[in-house]
């Protein structure tokens, strides 16, 4: 602790200035960019089954590595004001060697970041509870739009799972166990992604957890997800997807009763304030840039969803998300604060204009350490702090 209180008041008087690390970029469920100003790597980290990007600091090869059937995005360091090379529907991502925005220009219903942001990903995958949801459909719709309920081990259940990415239709009550069955029907499924469901038939909340360090802050979150018959998310109580429909019927009858028509589930919908609704059978996007809904340490992403909303099963969901955030004392944006980040601290505080030079994918305001919206000596102890483990 000692040795590193005088490290940083020496270094204020002899700066030494590194060169930018690997720098990753989180986008949803389609890719990170691995981003290095060094001799570039072979590919960079595949995220998710989409696409890899291979980005170095000469000419890139004329078009990147391509998974399936999104894009492939051309990086072009010494072009940064242009776009890059955006193919199928997804997105077009701008890429600025200047100090850049928290969020680069999102074009689609994907969000791009090119900077030097750390990243947690989360999907159906990992370990899950569930909690399950009664009475009529509206009344179903009505409590699946609320913030789920509080997390009680004794009352929140284990799920079942699988990963066949099959199409299925069948009818709760006429099969001899929905379980045996698929758990969605999706026109493109998310390979990897487990399906998760209680029970395959009815409404049910289901429950993700996940962490971020004691240092994370601006954190936002981003996804896809494959919801049957439809749904709405929330992360830590606070809604990221547009908000179910709630029509003023009561299916009775068979498959051509009218009230099904008026839910969700079948249409691509948005609700009043413009957020995609969760629904069957297209994936669909979820997620918030409000940093404020996410927390250092334990955070929650829940998934509400309605399986009464059609007369046809399965019900259960898929997903994939990223969420990233800075790190508060990682300098040098290698996604970890350690001695290497000294240097870049001192500068910081002591020359922002030469650190956001020599470092163009960082945030300078990592280095407000006490989280006073502004770097100054008043984040020295803080710093040390962090720098010793918290």
Same mark, same amino acid.
């Given at each position: ?21 690997? &720098? %990753?970029? *989180?986008?949803?469920? @389609? !890719? /990170?960019? $691995?981003?290095?100003?060094?001799? #570039?790597? +072979?590919?960079? =980290? ?16 004329? &078009? %990147?590595? *391509?998974?399936?059937? @999104? !894009? /492939?995005? $051309?990086?072009?360091?010494?072009? #940064?004001? +242009?776009?890059? =090379? ?17 969020? %680069?220009? *999102?074009?689609?219903? @994907? ?34 739009? *609320? ?244």
């Amino acid at each position: 602790m000692k040795a590193i209180w005088w490290a940083v008041p020496t270094l204020l008087m002899t700066v030494g200035v590194g060169h930018a690390q690997d &720098i %990753t970029d *989180a986008v949803a469920r @389609e !890719f /990170t960019v $691995f981003n290095n100003l060094a001799e #570039p790597g +072979a590919l960079s =980290d595949a995220i998710s089954r989409e696409f890899s990007v291979f980005n170095g600091s000469a000419l890139t090869p004329p &078009i %990147t590595d *391509a998974i399936t059937r @999104e !894009f /492939t995005a $051309f990086n072009d360091p010494e072009l #940064p004001d +242009a776009f890059t =090379d955006a193919i199928a529907r997804e997105f077009t991502s701008h890429n600025d060697l200047v100090p850049p925005d928290v969020f %680069t220009d *999102a074009v689609s219903r @994907e969000v791009s970041t090119l900077t030097a942001v750390s990243a947690v990903f989360v999907s159906s995958t990992d370990d899950a509870t569930a909690y399950p949801v009664g009475g009529t459909l509206p009344q179903q719709l009505t409590a699946l739009n *609320a913030a789920p309920p509080a997390y009680d081990p004794n009352t929140w259940q284990p799920v079942y799972r699988k990963d066949d990415n099959l199409d299925d239709q069948f009818v709760c009550g006429q099969v001899p166990n929905p379980l045996d069955r698929e758990y969605v029907s999706a026109d493109e499924y998310l390979l990897g992604a487990d399906e998760v469901t209680l029970d395959n038939c009815n409404s049910t909340f289901y429950r993700f957890e996940f962490e971020l360090p004691f240092n994370a802050w601006a954190a936002r979150i981003s996804g896809s997800a494959n919801v049957d018959d439809q749904g709405v998310a929330f992360v830590n109580g606070n809604r990221i997807s547009g908000l179910m429909t709630v029509p003023n019927c009561n299916p009775t009858g068979g498959p051509s009763d009218p009230c099904y028509l008026q839910q969700d589930a079948g249409h691509d919908r948005a609700d009043a304030q413009g957020l995609e609704i969760l629904t069957w059978a297209t994936l669909d996007p979820f997620g918030s840039v409000q940093s404020t809904y996410l927390q250092a340490g334990a955070n929650a992403l829940v998934f509400g969803v309605c399986g009464n909303a059609t007369y046809y099963e399965p019900t259960g969901v898929e997903f994939t998300a990223v969420v990233t955030y800075w790190l508060r004392g990682d300098l040098d944006c290698n996604g970890a604060v350690n001695f290497d980040d000294i240097n870049p601290f001192v500068l910081a505080l002591s020359d922002p204009a030469t650190y956001n030079a020599m470092f163009p994918y960082c945030n300078v305001l990592n280095g407000d350490c006490n989280a006073s919206g502004a770097v100054n000596f008043d984040d020295i102890n803080a710093f040390i702090a962090i720098l010793s483990g918290g």
